[in-house]
């Protein structure tokens, strides 16, 4: 299957928009062709609108040509250009399951795209063969693993997937630092309508520069280059974003940090008889069922803890993100405050 057939006719040979930086000057050069300021203020010239450097570093990180890597404002513009890029209202379809990360179906609606929602097992996991409806669609967006529920997709079930699908499978991995399970690029050279989506906000602890990057198939990475804003990224954004990727190896240490928490909290909920139940997470939040799940959520707020309704997802169904140890104590121990009225466990 050739994904290139599945992008929209009118922008299989769209022209984008010609920026004065397509190619980034030398320090010799003076610049007159962009209407900057000449005054040479550290944020006075048009930021790299290819993010050059950002997708070299990137690349060596990863393993990665840069050509296979797209940056993007967040994940969100990613999903949200791939959006674009293949589909039109009321000419094909997305298809994502019910119980997954909301803004894929809000960005759809923005477009006024048709949407095919599947559902997720009792486990919410994936079928072992995808229905029929998300064969014949033209893009499915899998979130692996996944948001509010925390677990992962399994990589054979997705390759199946990916074998049967007549169009392009994106699989977002935004939370797969925090996961023991392998990561879907390892298909990405057999399987060319596959694109993976990850971010820098998570596990890298940077949601407020809004990074996020999307790996494919050159040709297709080239395309989301071409409709993409031309200056997408901020100067200011690609220079923390070089600093971050330098920085990975000390932000494995916080993400086990993350984990350890992860586990021990699961057990502190587990050991409540108030918790319906606790689903097991590959994420940085746990989602759980508790009795008197409003109650308990107002009684948090009121204590100065916030956390995240998905009565949407499971009824009574709440998302707890992994804080600090020190956070992470004293929701525990509001938890016990809260309970105590109803059972002497403790």
């Not at 935004?174 to 596990?203: C, H, M, Q, W």
Request: with cysteine.
């Amino acid at each position: 299957m050739n994904p290139e057939n599945l992008i929209r006719p009118d922008l299989k040979n769209f022209e984008s928009y010609s920026m004065a930086k397509a190619k980034l000057p030398t320090q010799e050069e003076i610049i007159l062709d962009a209407n900057e300021s000449p005054f040479g203020e550290p944020y006075s010239r048009y930021p790299d609108p290819n993010h050059f450097d950002l997708r070299k570093k990137l690349g060596e990180c990863l393993d990665l040509p840069i050509n296979s890597i797209f940056m993007g404002s967040g994940s969100d513009e990613c999903i949200d250009l791939i959006l674009r890029l293949f589909l039109l209202p009321n000419q094909g379809y997305l298809a994502i399951p019910k119980e997954t990360y909301g803004m894929y179906k809000i960005q759809a609606q923005i477009q006024g795209l048709n949407l095919f929602q599947f559902e997720l097992d009792e486990n919410f996991q994936l079928p072992k063969l995808p229905p029929e409806d998300v064969i014949k669609s033209k893009l499915c967006i899998l979130c692996s693993p996944n948001n509010p529920t925390g677990n992962q997709f399994s990589l054979e079930t997705i390759e199946n997937w990916l074998k049967l699908m007549n169009g392009v499978l994106v699989v977002d991995e935004a939370y797969i630092e925090f996961s023991s399970g392998n990561s879907v690029l390892e298909l990405r050279k057999d399987y060319p309508n596959l694109i993976i989506i990850r971010t820098l906000s998570k596990a890298f602890a940077s949601a407020g520069i809004r990074l996020g990057y999307a790996l494919g198939n050159p040709y297709l990475i080239e395309k989301l280059y071409s409709i993409k804003l031309p200056y997408n990224l901020s100067s200011l954004s690609q220079r923390e974003g070089l600093k971050i990727i330098d920085g990975i190896p000390d932000f494995q240490k916080k993400i086990q940090i993350i984990l350890q928490e992860r586990a021990k909290l699961e057990s502190f909920l587990n050991s409540i008889p108030q918790v319906i139940k606790v689903w097991s997470s590959q994420a940085n939040f746990l989602l759980v069922e508790f009795q008197r799940a409003p109650d308990l959520q107002g009684f948090l707020k009121t204590q100065g803890i916030r956390i995240r309704d998905r009565s949407e997802i499971r009824a009574n169904a709440l998302r707890i993100s992994i804080g600090t140890p020190q956070q992470n104590q004293k929701l525990m121990t509001l938890l016990k405050s809260f309970y105590c009225e109803e059972s002497t466990v403790y």
